[in-house]
């Protein structure tokens, strides 16, 4: 990253108040993971002036330590145009990986690997075969595996592990977070975005229903018609209008191990766990997920 320019702002650097300036901009985008520097990309790229703020360092949140994999036929799926939207982006993902490889030599990790989402009890088969059924009337590719199939394809799984079959999803696939985000962070300094780094924003400014600006941590002031609010689980703490977006801070822990060979080419899910590959020989194991907000 040494090459390109971010602007490192804090609370902390003692500006007077003649220092401290109004500035404009098209858009200000609040928060700097992969959500918030994706939509200053496409902004960005159609001539929008953009200026991106994040209270941290950019791409080190929960983006950071994301597992990566790629995917819209999970569990939480069911018919419908959210379903509709996410098979959409998918798709789209291969083309906006290219497209990126054109602004940075960064490897993004993208890497099609399969899921295997094992059946451990009669609730889970029950769900998955109607999961199954819908998905395959649609056109989606997914199937299922007897035990003995997931057996014979996945022979390093415990003997005592109650399978009793499984949907195997070959179009998933998956990226290494903290690799994109670099990829991703490079293509948008170079498309202009100015990207402010330790900036916090402390309150979004409105002129009755209009939005104004947003004020800085420092005292200073960005003026804008447009804010994107990219915070995540902070998003509800940047006004009073905001304190009925219904988003909660989850807690994770996942674990980075890395392996003689790796025991898994596809990703491996189930309800007691799951294994994330990495072709570098490397395996992400987790997840567990607390939910510490109210």
Known sequence: MAEFDILHISDTMGLNKASIMTQTSDVVVVGGGIIGLAVAYYLAREQVQVTLVERGEVGREASWAAAGYLSYQGGSSEPGPRLDLLRQSRLMYDGWIEELQEFTAADTGFWYCGLLELCLNDAEASEMQARLA?????????????????????????????????????????????????????????????VREH??????????DRVTGVTLGNGETIATPIVINAAGSWAAQLGPAMSRLPVKPIKGTIVLLETSMPPTRELLDSSQGALYPRPDNKVLLGATLVRCGV
């Open 199 to 208: 900036t916090p924003v402390t309150m979004i400014t409105c002129d009755h």
């Open 134 to 194: 819908w998905q395959q009337a649609a056109g989606f590719n997914i199937d299922w595996l007897s035990a003995e199939a997931v057996r014979q394809r996945q022979p390093h799984l415990a003997p005592d592990l109650p399978v009793q079959g499984g949907l195997l999803l070959p179009d998933v696939a998956q990226v290494r977070p903290p690799r994109l985000l670099k990829a991703l962070t490079e293509a948008v300094i170079r498309q202009g975005v100015r």
